[in-house]
């Protein structure tokens, strides 16, 4: 055993908070570098599908990368996330790994609204929105644009989930999920 601190994956956070387990199918909308997706794949297996969708059609390359080394099958679709090419009721989570704030405020219901429609009765939506870091000095503003958690909950509250809340407020992103109710 090593005397000095190992370091944990950056997305450990992430992944505790998204919840994924073996066999789920996850829709990550917005690529990011590509890691979250491969971690969260290394979780749902070959059993489950994780699928990974971007407007920009070179976030293709970080996703492919990230999966490679970590040794995990993640797919991958360029679209619209306004307009996902997906069927309904498909995905038992779907997070939202693009920071709202970002999206035109036309299209931000539009996205949420699409993960609600892939999102199979009794899943869950999980937003990384980005959020204040604290810092040894003080605060450090986000990294652009930012909504608060509880703006996020309301997008969430208005396009019908339910049992929506703010889960924390951690290296630099809130955490923010709702339900969408059994039919």
């Not at 360029?78 to 996902?84: F, K, M, N, S, W």
């Amino acid at each position: 055993m090593p005397w000095w601190p190992t370091r944990s994956s950056p997305y450990a956070t992430a992944r505790a908070m998204i919840g994924v387990k073996p066999g789920d199918r996850v829709l990550v909308i917005g690529a990011g570098n590509g890691e979250l997706a491969a971690q969260l794949a290394l979780v749902t297996g070959l059993n489950g599908r994780t699928l990974v969708v971007d407007v920009a059609p070179e976030a293709a390359q970080h996703v492919d990368r990230a999966a490679a080394r970590a040794g995990a099958l993640v797919e991958f679709n360029v679209a619209p996330t306004a307009i996902l090419p997906l069927d309904p009721a498909t995905f038992d989570i779907v997070t939202v790994n693009r920071p709202l704030a970002r999206i035109p405020d036309r299209d931000r219901s539009a996205t949420i609204a699409e993960a609600v429609r892939v999102l199979r009765p009794g899943g869950r939506v999980l937003v990384l929105e980005h959020a204040e870091r604290r810092g040894l000095f003080g605060a450090r503003p986000p990294a652009g644009p930012a909504l608060s958690g509880d703006a996020v909950r309301e997008l969430l509250t208005a396009a019908g989930l339910r049992a929506a809340r703010v889960l924390a407020n951690a290296e630099g992103r809130v955490y923010v999920e709702a339900i969408k109710a059994r039919v």
